[in-house]
């Protein structure tokens, strides 16, 4: 057959590109154009070369807001992989129970992100939240808005709380796909528990595993919302994490050149991590095909 | 390897049977012989994984005991009964080698490293698997990731018997022949007692010393291939067996005459006049065309022609009759057969009457 050419596939493509424009690229351009600047309002520009990124990748407080995010990833991964497997692990494969663990897993994710938060607020607070007051009449010492541990424990918990149903529900697709007969045929091997797991479950869950870790790194390593509405990035700067910083900066001092340059780091550091989970993780036991 | 018994073995997946249509088993008494290859066979439902899955020790009967040799197995589990069993689809560990694969049951059994190198060798030897030994299992064909499930039974030198369900589904035509005809050399070359289970006749019959044909949850005949062929004891096994299956008839049956929709049939025999439902049957490899004396009047509705011979499918009155004719002769418009006396089987409610002597 003879291929045909004409433009018309330009005006099938030319919506969303116009789209993409708009919501994607032109506003990242902006950014861009920002960060390489110097304005003092009255839309007057100066050029401003690589000064911002200079004194963003200089800038101690970028430094301990990196450390802080790369902590927190790594910490919630830690916890919530794990986590979820187990719960995957645990979670009934048929029967009446299904539907109902799968629901009350699904229910943290249908929460707004805010919302989490606010509860979490609330939930903790010594005076009227059940959590905070629970535990100041045992005697243990929390409080959120003045000890960076509890802060911390708190934005931890409440994420773990928040996204472990994720790891939950991807982990527990891939067991259900493994066929009854690898159990039995394990079971003819004598194949102990910890046998099944390690070479008929976990393989089995590779990919979705890798999905979830994924999923679960970039969104940690961009989050804003409930550290912002629980602590507000306190107490000082202890949960002060790569986003709250930024806004801080762009919008509460105005400083817009510093800001874009940071956002631009901060989405290339995102990218690049990204991409380097996503390759090691996908190479993991590939080799020797 | 040892003899294995099933004393009166039954099954219902319900909680509390109540009637016979609740099992999925219905009672069965049989024996199996040290070192002997059988073959379950039936129609899909009929209740044969679930007399393997008996065997196998992942279902417990409701009734009756298994017997391994002398010892009553019948609450023990999979595990400890040393059985090894081949799944319809191939059950491999996607992330070890294939050698890694055949040590698993092995060094879950704590036998000693040299034992194990030696024992992995010689399955290696003996499934033909040497020059991908070392791969990763997971990238290997449909086959031979069939083979390494089987090799996992063979490695262990404890297995009373090699329990196979359908193993050669996922399997290519072309492979099937040699998978099959490479167990039968292993079992002749090693004599493991081998429990089969299939729905295709084919294989049951190739593969077997003995058939044991279920159909409905029942036990209906065990026997060797031709047995199955020439007397079978239900009218189902004349059907299931064979391509195409036996002709059943419905006949009145006095002396050693049947009169089949007013027509009179030989039958080589004398049988005292029976009660209730009375059919005959007849293969279709003896029913020859002829119009002599004693020849009945049938309709042609097709004839296929297989190459070596030719199917005759038609009709006695409303019965289906189908008849292997050989090639070159002409069919006439009007054809009659008959049927070779001493192949006529006769039966009373489904099941095989047996002569008077």
Redesign the interface.
């Known amino acids: 057959m003879e291929k045909t050419w004409n433009n018309k596939a330009w005006f099938m493509v030319l919506p969303v590109l116009l789209l993409v424009a708009f919501s994607a690229v032109i506003p990242l351009m902006t950014v861009v154009n920002y960060s390489v600047q110097d304005t003092f309002g009255n839309n007057e520009f100066f050029w401003a070369g690589t000064e911002w990124f200079e004194e963003v990748l200089a800038s101690e407080r970028f430094h301990d807001a990196l450390f802080r995010n790369l902590a927190f990833s790594l910490i919630i991964l830690a916890i919530e992989v794990p986590l979820g497997i187990a719960i995957a692990l645990a979670m009934p494969r048929s029967g009446f129970w299904v539907p109902v663990c799968l629901v009350l897993m699904a229910l943290p994710l249908l929460i707004p992100w805010n919302v989490v938060g606010t509860i979490w607020q609330v939930f903790g607070r010594a005076d009227i939240g059940l959590l905070g007051h629970t535990l100041a009449y045992l005697g243990i010492p929390y409080n959120y808005t003045q000890d960076p541990v509890a802060a911390w424990i708190t934005v931890i918990v409440m994420d773990v709380w928040h996204w472990t149903s994720l790891v939950v529900l991807l982990c527990y697709a891939g067991l259900v796909s493994i066929?009854e007969?690898?159990y039995?045929?394990a079971?003819?091997?004598?194949?102990?528990r910890w046998?099944v797991f390690r070479?008929?479950q976990l393989?089995?869950m590779h990919r979705v595993l890798l999905i979830a870790v994924l999923l679960r790194f970039m969104d940690s390593f961009m989050i804003y919302t409930e550290p912002f509405v629980v602590t507000g990035g306190g107490p000082g700067n202890s949960t002060t994490f790569l986003s709250i910083d930024l806004v801080k900066m762009a919008i509460g001092q105005f400083d817009l050149g510093p800001a874009a340059a940071m956002s631009i780091v901060y989405f290339l550091i995102v990218l690049a991590l990204s991409w380097v989970f996503y390759t090691v993780m996908t190479n993991y036991?590939q080799d020797?095909? | 390897m040892s003899r294995i018994t099933l004393d009166h073995i039954a099954h219902s997946y319900l909680p509390s049977p109540k009637t016979e249509a609740d099992f999925a088993l219905k009672e069965v008494h049989q024996v199996w012989e040290d070192g002997s290859a059988y073959a379950l066979l039936g129609p899909s439902g009929c209740g044969k994984t679930t007399l393997l899955n008996i065997i196998?020790g992942?279902i417990t009967p409701s009734h009756g005991r298994v017997v391994f040799g002398e010892r009553d197995v019948t609450l023990l589990?999979?595990?400890a009964r040393n059985?090894?069993?081949v799944?319809?689809?191939p059950?491999i560990?996607?992330?070890?080698?294939v050698a890694e694969n055949l040590a698993?049951?092995l060094k879950?059994?704590k036998v000693p490293q040299a034992e194990i190198d030696r024992r992995v060798a010689e399955t290696i030897e003996m499934l033909g698997l040497g020059p991908m030994a070392r791969?990763?299992a997971?990238?290997l064909t449909a086959d031979q990731k069939q083979k390494i499930?089987l090799g996992?039974?063979l490695v262990r030198s404890d297995v009373n018997a090699i329990l196979f369900d359908e193993p050669l589904t996922v399997i290519d035509p072309h492979m099937k022949w040699q998978l099959r005809s490479q167990l039968k050399q292993l079992h002749r070359r090693y004599g493991f007692t081998m429990v089969y289970v299939t729905h295709d006749q084919t294989e049951a019959l190739t593969f077997a010393d003995k058939v044991v044909v279920m159909y409905a949850g029942e036990v209906v005949q065990v026997g060797t291939p031709a047995e199955l062929f020439e007397r079978p004891k239900h009218t189902f096994v004349g059907y299931f067996i064979g391509s195409p299956g036996m002709n059943v008839l419905p006949a009145e049956v006095a002396g050693d005459r049947a009169v089949v929709g007013g027509h009179a049939v030989a039958l080589g025999q004398h049988y005292r006049p029976q009660p209730g439902r009375t059919e005959i049957g007849v293969r279709p490899e003896f029913v020859r065309l002829d119009d002599g004396a004693g020849s009945l009047p049938i309709s042609v509705r097709s004839v296929e022609d297989i190459g070596r011979y030719r199917i005759l499918r038609g009709a006695i009155g409303p019965h289906e009759l189908n008849a292997v004719l050989p090639e070159g002769r002409a069919i006439p418009a009007s054809p009659r057969v008959v049927f070779d006396p001493a192949r006529v089987n006769v039966y009373r409610d489904a099941h095989l009457v047996e002569a008077e002597a």
């Not at chain 2, 560990?93 to 080698?97: A, N, S, V």
């Open positions: 066929p007969a690898y039995q045929a079971k003819i091997d004598g194949a102990s046998s070479y008929i393989p089995k036991g020797e095909r | 196998s992942l589990p999979t595990e059985i090894a069993q799944f319809q689809f059950v560990y996607d992330t070890m080698t698993f049951p879950n059994r791969r990763k997971r990238g499930s996992r039974g």
